[in-house]
């Protein structure tokens, strides 16, 4: 796990985004199909870095969880959260040894 979260940690240290601060290219194109096939609003965000994908999920209606094993990328995704003016659930963990025990409508 440390050395996954080293890392990690080492990409999400610049001051800009890493992967840039918009959503994948599939979610903002498929966001209505994905709203409208999702049989709730549960989402989960595995691997979420620094938590563009999340944010967008939560501003389109869902509860989002978002999972990563970096704490760097995790502040920085709770920092763009709330800029926001959205709610999601972050959680540092190793995905190696991460129990699912909830269910989600969408992964």
């Known amino acids: 796990m440390e050395a996954d979260r080293i890392k990690w ?3 999400f240290a610049c001051d800009d985004s890493y ?6 290219p599939f979610l903002t194109q498929e966001i209505d199909r994905i709203l409208r096939l999702a049989p709730g609003k549960a989402a989960l965000d595995i691997a979420c870095g620094e938590g563009r994908n999340s944010v967008f999920l939560a501003q389109h209606g869902f509860q989002v969880t978002g999972l990563d094993i970096s704490d760097i990328g995790l502040a920085k995704a709770k920092d763009v959260a709330e800029k926001t003016g959205v709610q ?7 995905l190696d040894e ?3 025990e909830q269910k989600y409508d969408l992964m």
């Open 88 to 94: 999601v659930d972050f959680y540092q963990t190793d």
């Open 98 to 100: 991460y129990t699912f």
């Open 19 to 24: 992967l840039g601060a918009r959503p994948s």
């Open 9 to 11: 940690n080492h990409r």
